[in-house]
């Protein structure tokens, strides 16, 4: 447990939050997150491809996590917000007890909502309650929100090059499908460049890069050729000469603000960059 980056069951809320200087609030939403993650994972198996921050967090032991709970779909999952709902709640519904939590879907929300675009984004609003909490007796039956949720995205239409298989603890039921390291470094590097089209920052994406270089050994060529796939597919030059200084720029906009929770696994953010640059100077990709 000490180790571990989440707690696994209610019982273990308090030691692991002590043994991690978290607050309880904050160990109930890891593990809120973990039963989600598995629950997705044994309700619609293959289905969806776990990424992003909490990816990290949860299969590659990284510091840094996020609140929601990134996805993109793999198969059968349809481009229709009342099909979605149901998907997804029945998944939370029928596992969550397995963990003693409850959870259901609170809301769906497809973004954009022009259905005329390909590559939406459904934010899905997953509420929950703890056994003594006020809302736990009759929660399922309730149609009142819950005052806690986490949210949890879905992307469509989106390039997954590489995905495997893995468990989240030996003692956990499901089989998460998980985009490799590879391929979360390539779609973090292409989500730098689009800050500039998009209008964003992406701080974190410049400090898990630097993080994953400096810990993990990975497949660079395999990730320069992800790289080229998820950038022909939004139509952004994959070029090193792409990482221009806005680039830079837009990615250090409250960079310590919002990784400085990170303690003693911060890096500053000029020398994070410098791992970024000196990464896509290495890629294999046009000058």
């Known amino acids: 447990m000490a180790s571990r980056l989440f707690p696994i069951e209610l019982a273990e809320v308090g030691a692991w939050a002590a043994a991690h200087g978290a607050t309880q609030d904050e160990a109930r939403r890891r593990l809120v997150q973990f039963v989600i993650i598995e629950s997705i994972a044994r309700g619609i198996p293959g289905q969806l491809s776990f990424k992003g921050g909490n990816a990290l967090r949860f299969c590659y032991h990284n510091p840094r996590g996020t609140t929601d709970i990134d996805y993109t779909a793999l198969r059968g999952i349809p481009d229709d917000p009342k099909l979605i709902r149901a998907i997804l709640d029945a998944a939370v519904r029928t596992y969550s007890p397995d963990y003693a939590i409850a959870c259901k879907v609170q809301s769906v929300r497809r973004n954009p909502s022009n259905l005329a675009a390909t590559k939406p984004t459904y934010q899905i609003s997953v509420g929950w309650a703890f056994p003594g ?6 929660f399922f039956e309730s149609e009142s929100p819950s005052p806690f949720s986490t949210p949890v995205e879905i992307s469509l239409n989106d390039v997954v090059c590489e995905t495997v298989e893995t468990s989240l603890h030996d003692a ?19 989500a730098l460049l689009q800050q500039v089209t998009r209008n964003r920052t992406r701080p974190q994406d410049v400090y898990d890069i630097a993080r994953i270089v400096s810990a993990d050994q990975f497949d660079e060529t395999k990730v320069a050729a992800y790289f080229t796939d998820k950038c022909r597919d939004r139509d952004i030059v994959a070029a090193k000469s792409s990482f221009v200084a806005e680039v830079r720029d837009r990615a250090s906009i409250d960079y310590e603000l919002r990784i400085g929770s990170t303690g003693t ?12 640059q000196s990464l896509v100077a290495r890629l294999d990709l046009p000058e």
């Open 265 to 276: 696994a911060f890096i500053p953010f000029d020398d994070a960059w410098r791992v970024v």
């Open 172 to 190: 956990t039921h499901a089989r998460i499908t998980v985009c490799t390291i590879e391929d979360i470094v390539a779609e973090k590097l292409r």
């Open 133 to 138: 909490f006020r809302g736990f007796p009759g």
